[in-house]
């Protein structure tokens, strides 16, 4: 048997499996996106109508309605809370603590965080909130 090979040029290209790709990468980074920011530790944030965009922080401190304290996804009691902002702080040069409170948090136990963090050198504070509706 004889094969003939010849050596055409393309002369169409089709565009339709370009297209594809290109979609599914817009959806991927797209999805993807939205979950950069959330840390893992179920918190119901409380309301505020005049919220605004946090700035992201490496730094988030996530507080229970338990009364549990969360740097990052680590727990960590109030005596230890001091020396893992310090070890951040000094690994990231970061200055903006994000507090993640429960609203059925006490206000004395976000008052402790926050002096926690001034005790080592951070003096910018972002309590974050949900965006509410009427």
Same mark, same amino acid.
């Given at each position: 048997?004889?094969?003939?090979?010849?050596?055409k040029?393309?002369?169409?290209?089709?565009f339709?499996?370009?297209t594809? /790709?290109?979609?599914?990468?817009?959806?991927f980074?797209? #999805?993807?996106?939205?979950?950069?920011?959330?840390?893992?530790?179920?918190?119901? #944030?409380?309301?505020?109508?005049?919220?605004?965009? @946090?700035?992201?922080?490496? =730094?988030?401190?996530? /507080?229970?309605?338990?009364?549990?304290?969360?740097?990052?996804?680590?727990?960590? @009691?109030?005596?230890?809370?001091? #020396?893992k902002?310090?070890?951040?702080?000094?690994?990231?040069?970061?200055?903006?603590?994000?507090?993640?409170?429960?609203?059925? @948090?006490? /206000?004395? #136990?976000?008052?402790?965080? =926050?002096?926690?963090?001034?005790?080592?050198? =951070?003096?910018?504070?972002t309590?974050?909130?949900?965006?509410?509706t009427?």
């Amino acid at each position: 048997m004889k094969f003939e090979m010849e050596n055409k040029s393309l002369s169409m290209f089709h565009f339709s499996s370009l297209t594809d /790709i290109v979609m599914l990468l817009l959806i991927f980074f797209l #999805l993807t996106s939205q979950f950069v920011i959330q840390t893992g530790v179920k918190v119901k #944030l409380p309301g505020a109508v005049n919220n605004e965009q @946090t700035v992201p922080s490496r =730094i988030v401190v996530s /507080i229970t309605e338990f009364g549990k304290i969360y740097v990052g996804q680590d727990e960590v @009691t109030m005596d230890a809370l001091a #020396l893992k902002l310090e070890e951040i702080k000094k690994n990231a040069a970061e200055e903006n603590v994000i507090i993640r409170a429960d609203k059925a @948090t006490n /206000i004395d #136990l976000v008052i402790k965080v =926050i002096d926690a963090a001034k005790g080592v050198g =951070i003096d910018k504070f972002t309590i974050e909130t949900e965006k509410e509706t009427y």
